[in-house]
T-cell receptor, first 109, second 111 residues
Framework: GENVEQHPSTLSVQEGDSAVIKCTYS??????FPWYKQELGKRPQLIID?????GEKKDQRIAVTLNKTAKHFSLHITETQPEDSAVYFC????????FGAGTTVTVRA | NAGVTQTPKFQVLKTGQSMTLQCAQD?????MYWYRQDPGMGLRLIYY???????DKGEVPNGYNVSRLNKREFSLRLESAAPSQTSVYFC??????????FGSGTRLTVV
């Protein structure tokens, strides 16, 4: 199955700063790369995704970049706010989604 | 439109007891999945069902069985619970292999 590595495991940022989370994957045939946000005690929810025919996608303060050659993709959150504090998971599809281990993001006020 | 509904939300079992976790979706999705979530390990796939009538093992299937009862429902059964199965269990569904929708989770403790 797909091997997805996610870094860092924890990230603490000052409110207003940017946060970047990186993931690498092993299967070059993968073509769908979603990011999920999970608040404490809640279910994971899709926040943004990207397909292999696109290099970058933005949605307000969040963006995802994909480098298929290097087999890595990243989540960028700009102008972080306290409500961005959560666990973020990257995922990659083969016959199902394989998830990274998660990054706990804490935004300090 | 409830999305993905899981029951129960919380459960405490004694070692050796059995139980079934229920999951139902009302989005007419073909595929359904069961994941477990443990601290620092992300979401690991237990079993999945790509379509009604089919089920397949995921990454961590030992100690579990599943039933795809119909297109809407996908249950997970623990025949003889062990403390190592203490976890949060999430059911999910998708139309194809993208756009997963998760249920609210079942927090299971085995003592």
């Amino acid at each position: 199955g797909e091997n997805v590595e996610q870094h860092p495991s924890t990230l603490s940022v000052q409110e207003g700063d940017s946060a970047v989370i990186k993931c690498t994957y092993s299967d070059s045939a993968s073509n769908y790369f979603p990011w999920y946000k999970q608040e404490l005690g809640k279910r994971p929810q899709l926040i943004i995704d990207i397909r292999s025919n696109v290099g970058e996608k933005k949605d307000q303060r969040i963006a995802v970049t994909l480098n298929k050659t290097a087999k890595h993709f990243s989540l960028h959150i700009t102008e972080t706010q306290p409500e961005d504090s959560a666990v973020y998971f990257c995922a990659v599809n083969d016959y199902k989604l394989s998830f990274g281990a998660g990054t706990t993001v804490t935004v300090r006020a | 439109n409830a999305g993905v509904t899981q029951t129960p939300k919380f459960q405490v079992l004694k070692t050796g007891q059995s139980m079934t976790l229920q999951c139902a979706q009302d989005m007419n999705h073909n595929s359904m999945y069961w994941y477990r979530q443990d601290p620092g390990m992300g979401l690991r796939l237990i079993y999945y069902s790509a379509s009604e009538g089919t089920t397949d093992k995921g990454e961590v299937p030992n100690g579990y069985n599943v039933s795809r009862l119909n297109k809407r429902e996908f249950s997970l059964r623990l025949e003889s619970a062990a403390p190592s199965q203490t976890s949060v269990y999430f059911c999910a569904s998708s139309r194809d292999r993208e756009g997963y929708t998760f249920g609210s989770g079942t927090r299971l403790t085995v003592v």
